[in-house]
């Protein structure tokens, strides 16, 4: 019912937005001489504001054509390779550029885009031939189509690896610093020759034992039982993926800004004052942040439960029950993946030693095979985008996947 109920105030708030974009042109017109007064700015301000609380956030694109490789700019081309119902996986091809070791990307599915991750995607770059999962919208996806659960998302990047070859690199943010383990050592497990190189755990959920977050707290505490009560929603018409059971993104996204509401309240403040000033720089700052930010996708709810369950309240892939297909995951079947796994000091989502948990669970990979990071003074997506991630943590994992390599 609340996903009708979101669905309806979206419609009923169309014409009020049509209304606002109209005011919105009226007073930024060069033609209007109000445009440039103290009322004009305010009104101006106050419109966009409306018009940009109440808009549904599409899809972003990533929209990289060229990377930096040797100090000078080569064009990228952005090609699909394997299509799946709920992944494409992207190929950022540099033609003119000969042979990098290939990096496949595996990004969240936690509610936000791929593109989450554009300056991930252009640091590494630099560096590496890179790959990423782009996750797809679970409410566009008809019926039709299946399910799609956490054995799902393991057997979709054990098939990407396969595709991709042997040597290749996987780096897990976030979220898929879990499956992505388990792939790796059900691959290991099978000597399957496409198993990576090397693998980059960046502020995962390995272990949540230690030092739990907020986050942590409450999918221990209420259980997936009252997550499917309260947050499992069907996707009503005229979506594609009508009648699905998903968890929905807008659902998502107001436990992420309910986390750092003040941030985000005063963060609005300063875009309106700013669109009053005329200080179009820091604006557009804003308006580029955020409009990827609130662009969310919604989950099926069959892969967000098991996640909550397995990953969240029973703790399975720590204490030895995790199972992929009635198989047995077992990190300490990896010998010869070299690990590197990156924390942040400030992490809200992913506590401290969270994702170095990795490493005891890997036990028969050798101590000159593993590398531990600890980002001082970044939170969590500090942790793979900002200043500090090209400065500090950047370099080091460049390191780190030429020495295993």
Same mark, same amino acid.
């Given at each position: 019912?609340?996903?009708?109920?979101?669905?309806?105030?979206?419609?009923?708030?169309?014409?009020?937005?049509?209304?606002?974009?109209?005011?919105?042109?009226?007073?930024?017109?060069?033609?209007?001489?109000?445009?440039?007064?103290?009322?004009?700015?305010?009104?101006?301000?106050?419109?966009?504001?409306?018009?940009?609380?109440?808009?549904?956030?599409?899809?972003?694109?990533?929209?990289?054509?060229?990377?930096?490789?040797?100090?000078?700019?080569?064009? @990228?081309? =952005?090609?699909?390779? $394997?299509?799946? &119902?709920?992944?494409?996986?992207?190929?950022?091809?540099? #033609?003119? /550029?000969?042979?990098?070791?290939?990096?496949?990307?595996?990004?969240?599915?936690?509610?936000?885009?791929?593109?989450?991750?554009?300056?991930?995607?252009?640091?590494?770059?630099?560096?590496?031939?890179?790959?990423?999962?782009?996750?797809?919208?679970?409410?566009?996806?008809?019926?039709?189509?299946?399910?799609?659960?956490?054995?799902?998302?393991?057997?979709? @990047?054990? =098939?990407?690896?396969? $595709?991709?070859? &042997?040597?290749?690199?996987?780096?897990?943010?976030?979220? #898929?610093? /879990?499956p992505v383990l388990a792939a790796v050592a059900l691959m290991s497990a099978a000597k399957d020759g496409c198993v990576p190189k090397a693998m980059v755990l960046m502020g995962g959920a390995i272990d949540p034992?230690?030092?739990?977050?907020?986050?942590?707290?409450?999918?221990?505490?209420?259980?997936?039982?009252?997550?499917?009560?309260?947050?499992?929603?069907?996707?009503?018409?005229?979506?594609?993926?009508?009648?699905?059971?998903?968890?929905?993104?807008?659902?998502q996204l107001g436990g992420f800004l309910s986390m750092n509401l003040d941030r985000h309240t005063e963060a609005h403040r300063e875009l309106f004052w700013h669109l009053v000033e005329g200080d179009g720089d820091?604006?557009?700052?804003?308006?580029?942040?955020?409009?990827?930010?609130?662009?969310?996708?919604?989950?099926?709810?069959?892969?967000?439960?098991?996640?909550?369950?397995?990953?969240?309240?029973?703790?399975?892939?720590?204490?030895?029950?995790?199972?992929?297909?009635?198989?047995?995951?077992?990190?300490?079947?990896?010998?010869?993946?070299?690990?590197?796994?990156?924390?942040?000091?400030?992490?809200?989502?992913?506590?401290?030693?969270?994702?170095?948990?990795?490493?005891?669970?890997?036990?028969?990979?050798?101590?000159?095979?593993?590398?531990?990071?600890?980002?001082?003074?970044?939170?969590?997506?500090?942790?793979?985008?900002?200043?500090?991630?090209?400065?500090?943590?950047?370099?080091?994992?460049?390191?780190?996947?030429?020495?295993?390599?």
């Amino acid at each position: 019912m609340l996903y009708y109920l979101y669905e309806m105030n979206h419609a009923a708030l169309a014409p009020w937005r049509a209304a606002a974009d109209a005011g919105l042109n009226f007073w930024t017109s060069a033609a209007n001489p109000l445009a440039a007064t103290p009322m004009g700015r305010n009104m101006a301000a106050s419109l966009e504001m409306f018009e940009r609380s109440t808009r549904r956030y599409g899809k972003p694109e990533f929209g990289i054509v060229d990377a930096i490789v040797d100090g000078k700019a080569v064009p @990228v081309q =952005e090609l699909q390779v $394997l299509n799946k &119902p709920f992944c494409t996986l992207l190929h950022f091809q540099k #033609p003119t /550029v000969s042979a990098q070791q290939k990096l496949l990307i595996v990004a969240p599915l936690s509610g936000h885009y791929a593109t989450l991750l554009r300056g991930t995607v252009e640091s590494m770059l630099s560096h590496f031939d890179v790959y990423i999962t782009d996750w797809v919208d679970a409410r566009t996806v008809p019926l039709s189509k299946g399910s799609f659960d956490l054995d799902d998302y393991i057997d979709y @990047v054990i =098939e990407m690896l396969r $595709l991709l070859g &042997p040597g290749t690199n996987v780096m897990a943010v976030c979220q #898929p610093s /879990v499956p992505v383990l388990a792939a790796v050592a059900l691959m290991s497990a099978a000597k399957d020759g496409c198993v990576p190189k090397a693998m980059v755990l960046m502020g995962g959920a390995i272990d949540p034992r230690g030092k739990p977050t907020a986050v942590d707290r409450l999918a221990k505490e209420r259980g997936s039982a009252w997550f499917r009560r309260n947050a499992v929603m069907k996707v009503p018409p005229p979506h594609a993926g009508a009648g699905r059971e998903v968890y929905p993104g807008f659902l998502q996204l107001g436990g992420f800004l309910s986390m750092n509401l003040d941030r985000h309240t005063e963060a609005h403040r300063e875009l309106f004052w700013h669109l009053v000033e005329g200080d179009g720089d820091s604006a557009e700052k804003h308006r580029d942040f955020y409009d990827e930010y609130l662009s969310v996708m919604d989950l099926t709810a069959e892969f967000y439960l098991q996640t909550v369950e397995k990953v969240f309240v029973s703790y399975d892939l720590p204490n030895g029950t995790f199972m992929h297909r009635g198989r047995r995951v077992e990190p300490s079947q990896i010998t010869t993946t070299a690990l590197m796994t990156i924390e942040g000091e400030r992490d809200d989502i992913s506590g401290v030693g969270h994702t170095k948990a990795a490493h005891k669970l890997c036990s028969s990979l050798p101590s000159e095979k593993k590398l531990h990071h600890l980002q001082m003074g970044v939170g969590h997506y500090g942790v793979f985008n900002g200043s500090r991630f090209r400065r500090d943590i950047v370099p080091r994992i460049v390191q780190f996947l030429n020495a295993a390599n």
